[in-house]
Protein backbone atom coordinates (compact mmCIF):
# COMPACT_ATOMS: atom_id res chain seq x y z
CA UNK A 1 0.00 0.00 0.00
CA UNK A 2 2.53 2.35 0.54
CA UNK A 3 4.55 1.76 -2.50
CA UNK A 4 1.18 2.78 -4.25
CA UNK A 5 0.79 5.37 -2.34
CA UNK A 6 4.25 6.90 -3.63
CA UNK A 7 3.31 6.11 -6.89
CA UNK A 8 0.53 8.51 -6.38
CA UNK A 9 2.75 11.23 -4.10
CA UNK A 10 5.05 11.11 -7.09
CA UNK A 11 2.07 11.92 -9.30
CA UNK A 12 1.04 14.38 -7.55
CA UNK A 13 -3.00 12.76 -6.97
CA UNK A 14 -1.97 12.67 -2.92
CA UNK A 15 0.02 14.58 -0.99
CA UNK A 16 2.65 13.29 1.80
CA UNK A 17 3.96 14.17 5.15
CA UNK A 18 6.79 11.91 5.38
CA UNK A 19 8.14 12.71 9.13
CA UNK A 20 4.12 11.42 10.46
CA UNK A 21 4.24 8.42 7.19
CA UNK A 22 0.70 10.37 6.27
CA UNK A 23 -1.09 11.14 2.88
CA UNK A 24 -4.20 12.43 2.24
CA UNK A 25 -5.82 14.44 -0.53
CA UNK A 26 -5.71 17.98 -1.23
CA UNK A 27 -8.02 19.75 0.27
CA UNK A 28 -9.74 20.80 -3.04
CA UNK A 29 -11.09 17.09 -3.75
CA UNK A 30 -13.16 17.42 -1.07
CA UNK A 31 -15.70 19.52 -3.52
CA UNK A 32 -16.29 16.24 -5.54
CA UNK A 33 -15.61 13.50 -2.93
CA UNK A 34 -17.38 14.06 0.36
CA UNK A 35 -21.02 13.82 1.65
CA UNK A 36 -20.57 17.93 1.84
CA UNK A 37 -20.46 18.01 -2.10
CA UNK A 38 -24.26 17.16 -2.46
CA UNK A 39 -24.87 16.18 -5.91
CA UNK A 40 -20.98 16.83 -6.66
CA UNK A 41 -19.87 14.11 -4.73
CA UNK A 42 -18.24 11.65 -7.09
CA UNK A 43 -17.18 8.93 -4.51
CA UNK A 44 -21.10 8.05 -3.70
CA UNK A 45 -21.60 7.37 -7.28
CA UNK A 46 -18.61 5.29 -7.84
CA UNK A 47 -19.76 2.59 -5.39
CA UNK A 48 -21.89 1.94 -8.97
CA UNK A 49 -18.96 0.36 -10.52
CA UNK A 50 -18.31 -2.80 -7.92
CA UNK A 51 -22.38 -3.12 -7.87
CA UNK A 52 -22.07 -3.09 -11.91
CA UNK A 53 -18.99 -5.78 -12.11
CA UNK A 54 -20.94 -8.15 -9.93
CA UNK A 55 -23.29 -8.76 -12.93
CA UNK A 56 -20.57 -8.67 -15.55
CA UNK A 57 -21.05 -12.15 -16.38
CA UNK A 58 -24.51 -12.54 -16.35
CA UNK A 59 -24.98 -9.54 -18.72
CA UNK A 60 -22.23 -11.33 -21.02
CA UNK A 61 -24.61 -14.60 -20.74
CA UNK A 62 -27.83 -12.34 -21.50
CA UNK A 63 -25.82 -10.82 -24.64
CA UNK A 64 -25.37 -14.34 -25.38
CA UNK A 65 -28.91 -16.24 -24.80
CA UNK A 66 -30.96 -13.39 -24.30
CA UNK A 67 -33.01 -11.73 -21.52
CA UNK A 68 -31.82 -9.69 -18.87
CA UNK A 69 -30.19 -9.42 -15.39
CA UNK A 70 -32.97 -8.52 -12.47
CA UNK A 71 -33.23 -6.44 -9.37
CA UNK A 72 -32.33 -8.65 -7.33
CA UNK A 73 -28.85 -9.30 -8.46
CA UNK A 74 -28.39 -5.83 -7.83
CA UNK A 75 -28.11 -6.18 -3.45
CA UNK A 76 -27.11 -2.36 -2.66
CA UNK A 77 -29.03 -0.52 -5.85
CA UNK A 78 -32.00 1.03 -3.71
CA UNK A 79 -29.49 1.84 -1.14
CA UNK A 80 -26.85 3.75 -3.18
CA UNK A 81 -30.18 4.84 -5.64
CA UNK A 82 -31.70 6.23 -2.26
CA UNK A 83 -28.25 7.85 -1.25
CA UNK A 84 -28.00 9.70 -4.70
CA UNK A 85 -31.55 10.54 -4.74
CA UNK A 86 -31.61 12.32 -0.80
CA UNK A 87 -28.26 14.40 -1.94
CA UNK A 88 -30.13 15.87 -5.35
CA UNK A 89 -33.19 16.23 -3.85
CA UNK A 90 -31.81 18.05 -0.83
CA UNK A 91 -30.12 20.72 -2.84
CA UNK A 92 -32.92 21.39 -5.34
CA UNK A 93 -36.06 19.93 -5.23
CA UNK A 94 -37.81 22.64 -3.38
CA UNK A 95 -35.79 25.63 -4.39
CA UNK A 96 -35.17 24.76 -8.16
CA UNK A 97 -37.58 22.08 -9.18
CA UNK A 98 -41.09 22.96 -7.77
CA UNK A 99 -40.64 26.76 -8.25
CA UNK A 100 -39.94 25.59 -12.58
CA UNK A 101 -43.36 24.03 -12.90
CA UNK A 102 -46.11 26.27 -13.47
CA UNK A 103 -48.99 26.63 -10.62
CA UNK A 104 -46.89 23.30 -8.72
CA UNK A 105 -45.88 26.05 -5.71
CA UNK A 106 -49.45 27.79 -5.86
CA UNK A 107 -51.10 24.75 -6.10
CA UNK A 108 -49.96 22.42 -3.04
CA UNK A 109 -50.04 25.56 -0.67
CA UNK A 110 -53.72 25.66 -1.28
CA UNK A 111 -53.82 21.56 -1.42
CA UNK A 112 -53.23 19.63 -4.43
CA UNK A 113 -52.88 15.60 -5.19
CA UNK A 114 -49.65 14.56 -6.59
CA UNK A 115 -48.57 10.94 -7.53
CA UNK A 116 -45.00 9.86 -6.97
CA UNK A 117 -44.12 6.78 -10.00
CA UNK A 118 -41.22 4.71 -8.99
CA UNK A 119 -41.12 6.64 -6.03
CA UNK A 120 -37.78 4.53 -4.83
CA UNK A 121 -36.77 5.42 -1.33
CA UNK A 122 -39.50 8.08 -0.82
CA UNK A 123 -37.23 10.85 -0.05
CA UNK A 124 -39.26 13.14 -2.86
CA UNK A 125 -42.02 12.69 -1.50
CA UNK A 126 -41.49 13.14 2.07
CA UNK A 127 -39.96 16.11 1.81
CA UNK A 128 -42.88 17.68 -0.85
CA UNK A 129 -45.67 16.19 2.33
CA UNK A 130 -43.61 17.94 4.95
CA UNK A 131 -43.63 21.60 2.76
CA UNK A 132 -46.96 21.55 1.78
CA UNK A 133 -49.13 19.90 4.61
CA UNK A 134 -52.40 20.52 2.68
CA UNK A 135 -51.65 18.74 0.01
CA UNK A 136 -51.73 14.83 -0.36
CA UNK A 137 -49.03 12.75 -1.54
CA UNK A 138 -48.59 9.16 -2.95
CA UNK A 139 -45.54 6.99 -3.83
CA UNK A 140 -45.92 4.03 -5.70
CA UNK A 141 -43.38 1.24 -6.52
CA UNK A 142 -42.95 -2.54 -6.74
CA UNK A 143 -40.21 -3.25 -4.64
CA UNK A 144 -41.18 -4.13 -0.85
CA UNK A 145 -37.91 -2.94 0.68
CA UNK A 146 -38.26 0.88 -1.09
CA UNK A 147 -41.48 1.02 -0.03
CA UNK A 148 -40.90 0.31 3.79
CA UNK A 149 -37.62 2.47 3.65
CA UNK A 150 -40.29 5.23 2.74
CA UNK A 151 -43.27 4.77 5.01
CA UNK A 152 -40.09 4.53 7.77
CA UNK A 153 -38.90 8.17 6.68
CA UNK A 154 -42.17 9.32 6.81
CA UNK A 155 -43.16 8.10 10.25
CA UNK A 156 -40.41 9.27 11.54
CA UNK A 157 -41.33 12.86 10.48
CA UNK A 158 -44.43 12.76 11.89
CA UNK A 159 -46.07 13.00 8.24
CA UNK A 160 -49.84 12.12 8.05
CA UNK A 161 -50.00 13.58 4.27
CA UNK A 162 -47.54 10.95 2.46
CA UNK A 163 -48.61 7.15 1.77
CA UNK A 164 -46.84 4.73 0.12
CA UNK A 165 -48.34 2.12 -1.99
CA UNK A 166 -46.76 -1.44 -3.06
CA UNK A 167 -47.65 -1.27 -6.90
CA UNK A 168 -46.27 -2.53 -9.87
CA UNK A 169 -47.55 0.94 -11.92
CA UNK A 170 -47.63 -0.84 -15.52
CA UNK A 171 -50.78 -1.57 -14.11
CA UNK A 172 -51.72 1.59 -12.50
CA UNK A 173 -55.99 2.07 -13.17
CA UNK A 174 -56.90 5.58 -11.38
CA UNK A 175 -58.38 7.68 -13.70
CA UNK A 176 -58.70 11.39 -13.37
CA UNK A 177 -57.29 11.18 -9.65
CA UNK A 178 -54.11 13.42 -9.42
CA UNK A 179 -53.78 17.15 -10.13
CA UNK A 180 -49.43 16.48 -10.63
CA UNK A 181 -47.80 13.33 -11.59
CA UNK A 182 -44.14 12.98 -11.25
CA UNK A 183 -41.55 10.23 -12.39
CA UNK A 184 -37.41 10.55 -11.18
CA UNK A 185 -35.53 8.42 -12.91
CA UNK A 186 -37.98 5.67 -13.06
CA UNK A 187 -39.11 5.61 -16.71
CA UNK A 188 -36.41 4.75 -18.57
CA UNK A 189 -35.89 1.01 -16.22
CA UNK A 190 -39.73 0.59 -16.64
CA UNK A 191 -40.59 -3.03 -18.58
CA UNK A 192 -42.92 -1.42 -20.09
CA UNK A 193 -42.49 2.27 -20.41
CA UNK A 194 -45.31 3.26 -22.79
CA UNK A 195 -47.94 1.50 -20.77
CA UNK A 196 -47.03 3.41 -17.44
CA UNK A 197 -47.26 6.97 -19.44
CA UNK A 198 -50.28 6.06 -20.48
CA UNK A 199 -51.34 5.14 -16.97
CA UNK A 200 -49.96 8.59 -15.52
CA UNK A 201 -51.78 10.67 -17.83
CA UNK A 202 -54.86 8.83 -17.34
CA UNK A 203 -53.91 9.37 -13.63
CA UNK A 204 -54.16 13.00 -14.05
CA UNK A 205 -57.27 15.24 -14.15
CA UNK A 206 -57.76 17.14 -17.51
CA UNK A 207 -54.86 20.03 -17.43
CA UNK A 208 -52.97 18.16 -14.85
CA UNK A 209 -48.94 17.98 -15.03
CA UNK A 210 -46.56 15.70 -15.19
CA UNK A 211 -43.02 16.16 -14.70
CA UNK A 212 -40.54 13.26 -15.60
CA UNK A 213 -37.08 13.78 -14.29
CA UNK A 214 -34.90 11.42 -17.10
CA UNK A 215 -31.69 10.87 -17.73
CA UNK A 216 -29.99 13.80 -19.92
CA UNK A 217 -29.44 12.32 -23.54
CA UNK A 218 -29.75 12.61 -26.82
CA UNK A 219 -31.20 9.80 -29.80
CA UNK A 220 -28.12 11.02 -31.86
CA UNK A 221 -25.18 10.13 -31.04
CA UNK A 222 -22.69 13.19 -31.73
CA UNK A 223 -24.79 14.79 -29.26
CA UNK A 224 -24.02 12.73 -26.40
CA UNK A 225 -20.38 13.81 -26.30
CA UNK A 226 -21.56 17.23 -24.99
CA UNK A 227 -23.59 15.68 -22.07
CA UNK A 228 -21.06 15.19 -18.70
CA UNK A 229 -20.47 11.43 -18.16
CA UNK A 230 -22.28 9.95 -20.94
CA UNK A 231 -20.00 7.17 -21.12
CA UNK A 232 -20.65 6.23 -17.53
CA UNK A 233 -24.40 6.77 -18.13
CA UNK A 234 -24.27 3.73 -21.38
CA UNK A 235 -22.30 1.92 -18.68
CA UNK A 236 -25.11 2.08 -16.40
CA UNK A 237 -27.38 1.51 -19.46
CA UNK A 238 -26.17 -1.66 -20.07
CA UNK A 239 -25.45 -2.99 -17.07
CA UNK A 240 -28.57 -1.70 -14.71
CA UNK A 241 -31.21 0.03 -16.20
CA UNK A 242 -31.83 -1.88 -19.62
CA UNK A 243 -31.26 -5.00 -18.73
CA UNK A 244 -33.46 -4.81 -15.34
CA UNK A 245 -36.29 -3.79 -18.01
CA UNK A 246 -35.06 -6.90 -20.56
CA UNK A 247 -35.31 -9.56 -17.42
CA UNK A 248 -39.13 -8.56 -17.30
CA UNK A 249 -39.60 -9.14 -20.80
CA UNK A 250 -39.23 -5.11 -21.49
CA UNK A 251 -37.99 -2.56 -23.54
CA UNK A 252 -34.59 -2.11 -22.26
CA UNK A 253 -34.75 1.29 -23.03
CA UNK A 254 -32.16 2.10 -20.67
CA UNK A 255 -30.68 5.24 -20.07
CA UNK A 256 -30.11 7.08 -23.25
CA UNK A 257 -33.42 6.50 -24.68
CA UNK A 258 -32.64 10.40 -25.50
CA UNK A 259 -34.61 13.45 -25.36
CA UNK A 260 -36.46 13.03 -28.93
CA UNK A 261 -37.42 9.23 -27.73
CA UNK A 262 -38.88 10.49 -24.34
CA UNK A 263 -40.63 13.70 -26.13
CA UNK A 264 -41.99 11.13 -28.72
CA UNK A 265 -43.21 8.85 -26.52
CA UNK A 266 -44.99 11.56 -24.32
CA UNK A 267 -46.58 12.74 -27.02
CA UNK A 268 -47.88 8.85 -27.70
CA UNK A 269 -49.10 9.10 -24.27
CA UNK A 270 -50.84 11.76 -24.64
CA UNK A 271 -49.48 14.51 -23.12
CA UNK A 272 -49.14 18.04 -25.07
CA UNK A 273 -46.67 21.21 -24.63
CA UNK A 274 -43.27 19.18 -23.04
CA UNK A 275 -41.24 21.31 -22.19
CA UNK A 276 -37.68 20.14 -21.19
CA UNK A 277 -35.51 22.23 -18.92
CA UNK A 278 -32.57 21.54 -17.13
CA UNK A 279 -31.43 21.38 -13.40
CA UNK A 280 -27.96 23.15 -11.71
CA UNK A 281 -28.03 21.19 -9.10
CA UNK A 282 -29.30 17.81 -11.40
CA UNK A 283 -26.17 17.15 -13.82
CA UNK A 284 -27.04 14.24 -15.03
CA UNK A 285 -30.98 14.81 -15.75
CA UNK A 286 -33.25 16.47 -17.87
CA UNK A 287 -36.84 17.55 -16.40
CA UNK A 288 -39.82 17.73 -18.73
CA UNK A 289 -42.67 19.21 -17.89
CA UNK A 290 -45.80 17.90 -19.78
CA UNK A 291 -49.64 18.73 -19.67
CA UNK A 292 -52.21 16.35 -20.10
CA UNK A 293 -53.79 17.55 -23.28
C1 LIG B 1 -33.84 4.20 -10.76
S1 LIG B 1 -34.95 3.91 -9.45
C2 LIG B 1 -35.50 5.56 -9.01
C3 LIG B 1 -36.15 5.60 -7.66
C4 LIG B 1 -36.59 6.99 -7.17
N1 LIG B 1 -37.54 7.63 -8.04
C5 LIG B 1 -35.39 7.89 -6.94
O1 LIG B 1 -35.21 8.86 -7.69
O2 LIG B 1 -34.63 7.59 -6.00
C6 LIG B 1 -36.36 3.26 -10.31
C7 LIG B 1 -37.46 2.79 -9.37
O3 LIG B 1 -38.57 2.36 -10.17
C8 LIG B 1 -39.12 1.21 -9.57
N2 LIG B 1 -39.85 0.48 -10.60
C9 LIG B 1 -39.37 -0.04 -11.76
N3 LIG B 1 -40.35 -0.63 -12.45
C10 LIG B 1 -41.49 -0.48 -11.71
C11 LIG B 1 -42.86 -0.88 -11.90
N4 LIG B 1 -43.25 -1.54 -12.98
N5 LIG B 1 -43.75 -0.55 -10.94
C12 LIG B 1 -43.37 0.14 -9.83
N6 LIG B 1 -42.10 0.53 -9.59
C13 LIG B 1 -41.17 0.23 -10.54
C14 LIG B 1 -37.92 0.47 -8.98
O4 LIG B 1 -38.27 -0.42 -7.94
C15 LIG B 1 -37.05 1.63 -8.49
O5 LIG B 1 -37.33 1.95 -7.15
Known amino acids: VREWLNGLTVAGIVEHDPTHATYWLPAEHAASLTEAAGPENLARMMQLIPLLAGVEQDIVRCFRDGGGVGYEAFPRFHELMAADSRAVHDAGLLDLVVPMVPGLHESLTAGARLADIGCGSGHAINLLARAYPASGFVGYDFSEEVVTAARTEASEWGLTNAEFVLQDVAELQLPDSFDFA ?21 ALKPGGTFLMVDIQASSHVEQNAEIPWS ?36 GEAGFSEVDVRNVETDPFNSFYIARKA
Not at 240 to 246: A, E, K, P, Q, R
Open 231 to 266: AFLYTVSLMHCMTVSLSLDGDGLGTVWGRETAVRML
Open 182 to 202: TAFDAIHDQAHPARVLANIAA
